[in-house]
Each structure stands twice: as C-alpha cells, then as structure tokens.
C-alpha cells in the first residue's frame, strides 16, 4: 500500500508541475519551424530547456520532419532534470510539424552506440509517443534516483530493454510495450527490463514481451528492487516461434531480495507462452 501511495504522489506532483509549464519547444526543419522555441535537433532543444532554470517544466515537442536515428539525437544523456535544477522534462513525438497542437502518431528514435535515454541526477521525465528503437545499448537506462514514465512508449530491437538501478523509479503504463529485447546468450540478465539496488521500483502496467536473456528473459528482479504487475499487464513469450525465453526465469526471475508484487484486482496479470530451462513463467532464487 505504501508503494501505491509513493508512485501516485510522484504522479500527482509531476501532474501539477506539467501545469505550469514555462516553454514549449519544437523539433523540425521546413518552412514552418522558423519561430525562436524552434530547433533543428533534439540536442539544441535540450540545451535551451535546461537554460530555463529551476522550478520549471519544459515539453519538447518532436516532429516528423527530423530523422532522430543514430549518434547524436539518437544517443542523450538526461542529467539533473528536476526542481532544483534544470526542471522536469516531457518529450513528446508524433508531431507533423512545428507548431501543430496535437500529436498525432509516433516517433522513431535511437540506432546510436549508447542508449537512447540515460536519465540521472534525480530526474523527473515523461517520454511519450515515442518508439526507442534499435540502440546498441539499452533503450533506457534510469538510475541515480531518478524518476521515468513511459507513456504510449515502445522500447524496441535493442541490444537489451531497460534498466533500473539506484533508488529509481519507472513507471510503464497500460499503453506501453518493452518488446523484442536482448538475446539469450549476449546479455546475462533482463533482457526486457534489469532492475536493482535499493529503494528501486517498477510499476508495469502495459506489456513486457518477447524479450530474451540468459536470466530473466522478460525481467530479472534483483536486490532492493520492488516490481508491481499491475491489473491487464501482459508478460509474455515466444514460445510459438519455439523460442526460448531464457534459460532461467523466461518470463520473470526474482533473484535474493527482490521482491515482487500481482496486483491484477478486477483486471488479470498474465504470465503466458514462455520456454525457459528452469522456471518458464517464474523462477525464484534464494
């Protein structure tokens, strides 16, 4: 119950902090983006936002008219984003084009060396309508306590999903899918999402799929770690490809001190089509 009370008042605060936001900024070329809160890349719309200050919340819009793949606005670091700082930070996609009010799509972003997004320093971000695409890293890395929700966000072909460490929180919410991740003999563990070290939490509400690890295929759940399913949260497999999840814990391992909650209510959780060695939907150690 705590847990709940913690996620839905970090929530409400970024809620009210999205209220008062102090700039609205655009990514794209073209004729339409020639206003000053427009910019040619991702970077440059960064670097304003955070000259904005402390107290604020800025919204970076991207638009369809601007490739984000590869080094460069395929690879950011996302450091210090908070209230004290540079403000909290939204990144939207699915803009056709500077100056449109409302997103109406997705936006592909990443196929550089790092990940796509490494959030630190006690950042509070909002990733939505976004495709993490094809890194040669994570897809998303939080840590360093600071605070993600992925909105309408899927994380995809990467080397691995995401991971969680340091007293961080992230949040994946109903309309979000961490899929097709990591593989079964490159990457040891979590292949979807990796979350550990304390006061860590994972709150997944859309779905964790087809993701491949040598442990943990879709999740690997380790020390201080704290993991919710909550109701219509899908983890699943590939088992009707005949393939193997992992070799432990194809859906799921909970390894020594991890801890993890189902909390479906009216709506299920799923754990289904899972192939593993040991434990196919669930292994539990230690």
Known sequence: ??????IMGIMFGLWISGHSISATLYVGTGAQCNDSNHYN?????????????????????????VSYIGAGDGDNMLANWNQSVSGELTIVGGFADCNSAISTGI?????GPGAVFDVSGNSGVTLRNL??????????????????FLQSVDVSENVAGIRVLDGSILSVDA???VQ???DLSAIPKGGGIWCFGNNT??????????????????????????????GGSHI??????????????GGIVVHDGGELYSNGGANRVLITDHWAFNGAGLYVHG
């Open 1 to 6: 119950m705590m847990k709940n009370f913690k």
């Open 41 to 65: 890349t991702l970077a440059l719309a960064l670097a304003e936002a955070a000259l904005n200050g402390v107290g604020t919340s800025d919204q970076i819009r991207l638009t369809n008219t």
């Open 107 to 111: 936006t592909t972003i990443g196929g």
């Open 131 to 148: 495709q993490l695409f094809n890194s040669q890293n994570r897809g998303l890395i939080v840590r360093e306590g600071s605070t993600v």
């Open 175 to 177: 309309g979000s899918i």
């Open 180 to 182: 097709n991740n990591g």
């Open 201 to 230: 939490e994972v709150y997944i509400f859309g779905s964790v799929e087809r993701n491949q690890a040598a442990s943990g295929g879709n999740m690997y759940i380790e020390d201080g770690c704290f993991a919710q399913l909550e």
């Open 236 to 249: 699943q497999g590939a088992i009707g490809q005949a393939q193997y999840s992992a070799d432990d814990g």
